[in-house]
């Protein structure tokens, strides 16, 4: 390794480079003469290894860089592999319901129909029709996902985009027991941002609370400014997440739902959305002791 | 200013005609719309900076025709118009790319400042356009 080696003759030559210039000052102010003569030969070494060591810790860097290249094409791989299972496995569900009912429709249709039999037809091309639908959901997820809209910025007022999203959750927060306790910076200063794809994100993130709050619970919503920052955030009382678990929420289709019910892309979207926006989305969590997520976007963009 | 044109879907003709004669004096001009393949139709021949879209409409229902209106037209941008019995829909329509929604009923005030706001943000987006 060509890293090493430097390393340790940089180390060496720590020692070596004073000593030898001692070794050099001694021996020409006791043989002038011979004593120039061995500094110049010292010198052109001294120089001569220097260059040396230079191109070592040259190669070594090349090394460097390469090595880290392959770890980001390896981590692309992997990452590319996930999402095709997340992929695969999301339209392999509806597809496996869809190719069940077909089947059913072509057994009901080798006899004479009864009554019975054209109603469970029927029911079959409803379910069909459903499942299209899925996938042609997660598609156009995907397409979201695939064909980043372009921030549009625009003054808004956060306090505001976080009420109305609450109001479009309050009915099922009711009716599942839930609390939301506001807690909301009164100069909270104006934001330049997209309205419409913060509302997403504060909808993404206010559904997976409530989600978390099955039994019922609290959502403690609580909006403040610091650092040029304003940043919303969204508490809840749940189950938690896991250390294990954290890394993985914003990775795409990464879900804790049972299938059908969430494509695991929600987080991802978001984390992307508000990096577009120049901010960031921070996640504390513990199990047994809720989740937060905190949204900070810049003031000025 | 440039006034701002506004399309209104809704299958209720009261509420058509009552909304068009009171933006009518606010600087929009409102066409209107009574179900969403009208909407869409509509959307083919005239320009709009806006669309109110109802959310419950018999055919082609109101997130459908989001989707759709997404898809052909992405200049334009949709007020989703919500009842406290469709919030679901509500949800829906924004996370398919709604710009805001408007919860039924609403002060005529209240819907003037979203429109302003969302044809503020179709305006820069096509200004955007234009430069890339």
Redesign the interface.
Known sequence: MNLVRARRTVLFGQYVYPASFLIILVVVVKWPLPGVVAAFVAILCLWGSLLSFSRWIGHASDERMELKEQLIQSQKLLALGEISTGIAHEINNPLNIIMQEAELMRMNFQQDLTEEEVSEIQESLDVILQQVERCSDIT?KLL?FARS??P???T?DMNRLLV??L??????TDAKHIQIVKVFSNDLPKIKT???LL??VF??LL?NAVQALDGGGLIFVTTQCNDGMVCAEIRDTGPGISAAQIERVFDPFYTTKPPGEGTGLGLSVSLRIINQLGGDILLRSEPGKGAVFTVRIPIER | MSRIRILVVDDEPDFLKLIQRRLGKRNVDVSVAASGQEALQALDVIPVDVVILDVRMPGLGGIETLKEIRKRHQEVEVIMLTGHGSMQSGIEGISHGAYDYILKPFSIEDLLERIRDAHEHAVLKRNARKVS
């Open positions: 156009h979201d809209r372009r549009v910025t625009q808004a109305d999203m109001t479009l959750v309050e009915r099922e997209d309205p419409p509302r997403q909808l993404n559904i």
